[in-house]
């Protein structure tokens, strides 16, 4: 089966209700979205002219097989994923559309923060531990190397942004007043268990996630917390090989590597509307479908004949 490389999906058979980075999500029904990952790319914050190679389709297979993975490991977790096949309502042209690349969810109420848990001190965090020895704010023990493992890995919320904005970390508290208190403590416990749960199954097959970003949404109905959005994906998460892993420097990342050397070395870092040469698309493409085949134990094709 070929699936095409596509930046931008119109489907004329249901109404869009929002367009992300990534992802375009489609009405279904009252209670049900059509979540559909596009191949968009995005590196220090912008988002590629071009796509990348089966990227969509990677990235809803994986959250797929995290979802039941999860699901068999934490019983009473609660997610949004409904189904990979397309809704009945959904014209054949715009089936051949979405091939691969979307799945069915629960609609839901999604809680305004990015639920980030680390089990390793990178990325921002690191800056902000250089300077101030804490992380959002957090006390964290002393004398950390870069990318050294936290004793236990910490919940360290941000504010979801709009399109174009930056997320700004905050506090538990801060995000428990965003939140409320009500729910605020579930969304930690269960970022930190999900988190645990993810890192332990990744660790047995090679990969280690050094830090991940979560969503939750609210059933109104039944005042449930749900795990919503992609899910351990290498775009909302940090994946690092295991058997390059050193602390004290910095981890080559599983996915964006590529392109960020690339955007560096051509001085395009940030800039609007770049177009990513061929090989650099490909080679980036096979990172994530390496990515997948570590984690799922098959091939997107195999993953995708079912
Ligand atoms: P990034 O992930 O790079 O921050 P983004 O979050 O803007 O980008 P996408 O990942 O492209 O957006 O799109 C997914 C959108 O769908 C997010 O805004 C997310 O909050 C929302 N979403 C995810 N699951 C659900 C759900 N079950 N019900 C309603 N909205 C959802
Ligand atoms: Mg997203």
């Not at 990677?58 to 068999?72: D, G, M, P, R, Y």
């Not at 994906?233 to 690339?262: C, H, I, M």
């Amino acid at each position: 089966m070929s699936i095409p490389v596509v930046t931008n999906i119109e489907l004329s058979s249901l109404p869009k209700l929002a367009s992300g980075k990534v992802r375009d999500l489609y009405n279904v029904d009252d209670k049900t979205l059509l979540f559909v990952t596009t191949d968009r790319i995005s590196a220090y914050d912008v988002i590629m002219a071009n796509g990348v190679p089966l990227k969509g389709a990677v990235l809803t297979n994986i959250s797929a097989h995290w979802f039941k993975v999860l699901q068999e490991r934490i019983p009473d977790l609660k997610t949004h994923f409904i189904t990979l096949d397309p809704p009945a309502n959904l014209g054949d042209a715009d089936k051949e559309l979405v091939r691969g690349r979307s799945m069915q969810v629960r609609k839901l109420k999604v809680f305004p923060v990015e639920a980030i848990v680390r089990g390793y001190i990178t990325g921002s965090a690191w800056n902000e531990y250089k300077k101030s020895g804490t992380v959002h704010g957090l006390a964290v023990p002393a004398g950390l190397q870069q990318c050294s493992p936290f004793p236990e890995p910490i919940y360290t919320p941000s504010t979801k942004a709009e399109l174009g904005q930056h997320d700004e970390n905050i506090s538990p508290e801060q995000a428990a007043k965003i939140v409320g208190e009500k729910y605020a403590a579930r969304i930690e416990a269960l970022a930190l268990q999900v988190y645990k749960a993810g890192a332990a199954y990744a660790a047995e097959r090679g990969i280690i996630i050094a830090d991940t970003k979560f969503e939750f949404g609210l059933d109104e109905e039944t005042d449930e917390i749900v795990l919503i959005d992609e899910v351990l994906t290498p775009d909302s998460s940090r994946f690092w090989p295991a058997d390059e892993y050193e602390v004290g420097r910095d981890q080559n990342s599983f996915d964006k590597q590529f392109l960020r050397n690339w955007l560096t070395k051509e001085g395009l870092k940030g800039k609007d509307g770049v177009e990513m040469p061929a090989d650099i698309a490909q080679s980036t493409s096979e990172r994530y479908l390496d990515a997948f085949k570590r984690l799922t134990g098959k091939t997107l094709q195999e993953a995708l004949q079912g």
